[in-house]
């Protein structure tokens, strides 16, 4: 076997695997598109499964596993826990693994009807009634955001993994964002609607840079204050509906969205 400058055929670089669950695939190409980061990182570690780049995956265990998707059978149920039990570091990745993803929207609903209404032979169909992030299931290690994830939070990951350290990845809102950028904000300034207050930071507060308001993409920042948030929805010109709607998007099932966007129903 043909092996780099310097490397035995006894390769010890970390095991590094890439899982699928009910998603897109958006994030995991998001580690394709991360290309030259991705050679550098191809030299570090072993990329010993991930379906998206190779056909033949390795076995384990591994060190550490990234996991895009939610858990929607009940064979998801139980691959993830195989995949905990073979991996040193677990860290879900996308608002589909980290809440439940926008398919979470089936946990509000009866998920026969939604069957008989698309399928024509809804009997073929095997899924649970709802839809449920990683952490629902095992313990994670770290949770990396968005719908999809940045590439460069992903690759801080990684990188920090490989150097023993907790990755860097900002607790702060998309407002931070915003003022760093220079950008004028939008609810001030045209009265928009806007979920930037509430929301994790990560996609460098493109929506506001276009003046658009932020549609929540990477799910609730650490700090929320909704008591005194959604009055400033309402005031923006949103009714009950719309506010409940701006909330079940992609980060449907974050606790923090899911509990307020109950409140606003029961008033």
């Not at 990182?41 to 990234?66: K, M």
Request: hydrophobic share 35%.
């Amino acid at each position: 076997m043909a092996t780099s400058p310097g490397r035995t055929t006894s390769d010890r670089r970390p095991k590094l695997a890439v899982w699928k669950f009910a998603s897109c695939d958006g994030c995991q190409l998001t580690l394709l598109d991360c290309e030259d980061e991705l050679l550098a990182i191809a030299d570090r570690v072993r990329i010993t499964h991930f379906l998206e780049a190779s056909s033949a995956p390795g076995p384990g265990p591994y060190d550490l596993s990234l996991v895009e998707g939610s858990v929607t059978t009940e064979e998801d149920a139980e691959r993830i826990r195989q995949i905990r039990a073979a991996s040193r570091r677990l860290v879900t990745i996308g608002a589909c693994a980290t809440a439940g993803g926008v398919q979470a929207l089936r946990n509000y609903a009866d998920v026969a009807e939604f069957q008989a209404a698309v399928y024509a032979r809804p009997d073929y169909i095997d899924t649970l009634a709802t839809s449920t992030p990683i952490s629902a299931h095992v313990p994670v290690d770290f949770e990396l955001r968005g719908c999809p994830i940045d590439r460069g939070q992903l690759v801080e990951v990684i990188t920090a993994h490989l150097a023993g350290r907790t990755p860097d990845v900002p607790a702060h809102s998309v407002c931070f964002e915003c003022k760093r950028r220079g950008t004028v904000c939008v609810t001030v300034a045209h009265g928009t609607p806007c979920l930037g207050p509430v929301t994790h930071a990560g996609c460098g507060a493109l929506c506001p840079a276009y003046d658009r308001g932020c549609y929540g993409c990477f799910g609730p920042s650490n700090s929320v204050n909704f008591p005194s948030f959604i009055p400033l929805l309402r005031r923006d010109g949103m009714d009950t509906l719309d506010v409940v709607r701006v909330l079940r998007t992609f980060n449907t099932g974050a606790p923090e969205f899911d509990a307020v966007s109950r409140e606003e129903l029961q008033r």
